[in-house]
């Protein structure tokens, strides 16, 4: 399963951004799926997460701000950021809990990660 991020970008503080994660391969089901992101010096942490059937969950920096979704049809999630601040400023990972059409195990899956920068 590969899972290529994009629509990370400069952005004023203030500003919208919306990120958009696309899975793909040999896809037999995806569970949850979720954004994490890095800020320079720091560690990996969870942003948003939604589940198969459509619940939600999100970091306190973030609720109210931030909105996941996904098209299960399409594999595909997204994040709108508003309300962008400078400490968003981070490298935003998809991430998914898949099952292959050849191993029913869950395994985690990762993006490459795309930069977004909020700018005062």
Same mark, same amino acid.
């Not at 958009?20 to 994490?36: D, E, K, P, Q, T």
């Not at 800020?39 to 459509?54: F, H, N």
């Given at each position: $399963?590969?899972?290529?991020?994009? &629509? ?5 503080? /203030?500003?919208?951004?919306r990120?958009?994660?696309?899975a +793909? #391969?040999?896809?037999?089901?995806i569970? %949850?799926?979720?954004?994490? =992101? =890095? %800020? ?11 589940t198969?059937? &459509?619940?939600?969950n999100? %970091?306190?920096?973030v *609720? ?5 979704? =996904? ?11 508003? +309300?962008? *601040? ?5 490298v935003?990972y ?9 191993d029913? =195990?869950?395994?985690?899956?990762? /993006?490459? #990660?795309t930069?977004?920068t $909020?700018?005062?």
């Amino acid at each position: $399963v590969q899972l290529q991020a994009s &629509g990370g970008g400069l952005v004023q503080a /203030g500003g919208s951004l919306r990120l958009s994660c696309a899975a +793909s #391969g040999s896809i037999f089901s995806i569970n %949850a799926m979720a954004w994490y =992101r =890095r %800020a320079p010096g720091l560690q990996r942490d969870l942003v948003a997460v939604i589940t198969s059937g &459509g619940s939600t969950n999100y %970091a306190d920096s973030v *609720k109210g701000r931030f909105t996941i979704s =996904r098209d299960n049809a399409k594999n595909t999630m997204f994040l709108q950021m508003n +309300s962008l *601040k400078p400490e968003d400023t981070a490298v935003y990972y998809c991430n998914a809990l898949a099952k292959t059409r050849y191993d029913v =195990r869950s395994t985690n899956y990762w /993006g490459q #990660g795309t930069e977004v920068t $909020v700018s005062s």
